[in-house]
């Protein structure tokens, strides 16, 4: 017996003469949150649908709850519950009514009832268990959508992107469901364009550029690697870009577009002193910003382009 | 069992979306009455049908009519189901495989012949008064349910082929139009050159003389014989096509 939840080695797959994941390993233990990081297009979904029996690989085996996703199907379907990137729920039914559907489809029987006023309640539904789901919200949709998921009690999870478009509440509310579920020993596979959301959740991050894993560690890990916040300053002209550039010396410059990049929080104590050298050094700044690492700051120390050059228009 | 119980599941599901939805409802229930009414009072004494009240010649093609009207709404239901991403989520669910099509066949089935009962008790209303048998009466449900079956199946198939619930819908669009180019409203010897031949040629016209016939207590062999064959041949079609698109969607 292993407690590995999901094990992957070699997946390929290709649309066309595109290839969209060239073999990608990967390893979830059981009760952990794994999470796969990737901007658009990266393969996020396409990794979700053939560990989830959606697409079939073009090379390359997997494991699911130590089922094979190839000969093994029914038992990996009735092990897991998917949540895709888009909500799927039916419009022209209740939010009761699809979880009813579910029970029905799960042959809860008379189970059934209970659970789904269970999860109504849970995810805080209850209000609005009898109106259509057409009128909900999205964030509504996206609650329901998972609680559609979670009645048959699947032990392995997977959500692709299951905050995207979700306005920071609700987002807050969508990662303590997470939590909660962890708490139960269920494991999730979460996909993201969030190095927050990974930090948040995760106990394993891998990163997917151009269809392979470019790196796979806990999130502190991950972050170790990548360069930490900094501020960036402008300057109207190379007379003051000089000047601030022979000031600030351990900053890092970018002659062409007359900025420099210096290390530091971005806290209001630090960003006062810094404006107050240049001030002695009667140093005009054009325009400052602060910043702090995210997705493309992942990419750029990890693979060295932007993600941006991985997605394909 | 399981197939039985996730098939119920899906009807059940099937037939609150149809009672949810008021288009679907008028088109496959009353729109078919308003065009009855229209054809029977505003336009019936302009057709020569030879002899006879005209609601006994029209009943007949306004049951096809009824039968044609509802089938945009089914096409484009299985076509949502597939591009909307539900169907995914009953692919991982373990679900028997054909549930979600026999949902929508059986909805189908039922809402078209409450459409057709309708049209036929209107008709009573309106002075229908057919001559058949009781034996009669049961062949010709019987063909008409055999009718909407063959036709359910075909449009099933064309709602999983097309890209979107959109141009699923506009399947409906000949289907509609075919009635007219049939001897449902007037007989296809009064029609002119080309249309007359169309009209003799299509499923419908062999499909509503042999209903016609057995209403009028006078069986159509040669007709009932001509319709059978399409509804089958129809039917077979569709069934085919159907599951092959379904497994290649799913
Ligand atoms: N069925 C398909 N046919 C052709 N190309 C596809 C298909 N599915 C996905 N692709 C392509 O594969 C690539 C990866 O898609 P995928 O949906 O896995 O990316 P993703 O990481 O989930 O992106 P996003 O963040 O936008 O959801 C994309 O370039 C996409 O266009
Ligand atoms: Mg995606």
Known sequence: MTDMAIVASGLRKA??????LAGVDLEVRAGSVFS???PNGAGKTTTVNILSTLLRPDGGTARVAGRDIASETRAVRAAIG??????????LLTGEENLRLMADLQHLGKGGRRVVADLLERFDLTDSAGTLASTYSGGMRRKLDLAMTLVGRPRIVFLDEPTTGLDPRSRRIMWDIVRGLVADGTTIFLTTQYLEEAD????????LDQGKLVAQGSPGELKRQVPGSHVRLRFADSAAFDSARRVLTDATPEPDNLTLRVPGDGGATSLRRLLDRLDEYAIDVDELSVHTPDLDDVFLALTGHHSAEVTVP | MSTVHDSATMVRRNVKHTLRDPVVLFNAVLFPIVMMFMFVYVLGDGFDVGGGDYIDYAAPGMVMLALCYGMGATATAVNSDMTKGIINRFRVMNISRGAVLTGHVVSTVARTVLGMAAIVGVAFLMGFSPAAS???WLAAAGLLVLTVLAVTWLTIAFGLAAKSPESAGFFAVPLIMLPFFSSA?????????????????QPFTPIIEAVRGLFAGTPDTGATVAALAWCVGIGVLGYVWALRKFARRV
Not at chain 1, 15 to 20: E, I, K, N, S, Y
Not at chain 2, 192 to 197: D, E, K, M, S
């Open chain 2, 134 to 136: 009781f034996g009669q």
């Open chain 1, 36 to 38: 796969l990081l990737g």
């Open chain 1, 200 to 207: 948040q959740l995760a106990d394993r991050v891998a990163v």
């Open chain 1, 15 to 20: 649309f066309g003469d595109r290839t969209v």
């Open chain 2, 185 to 201: 409203i007037i007989p296809a010897d009064r029609m002119g050159p080309g249309i007359r031949q169309f009209a003799e040629y």
């Open chain 1, 82 to 91: 998917v949540t895709g990137q888009f909500a799927s729920v039916d419009d």
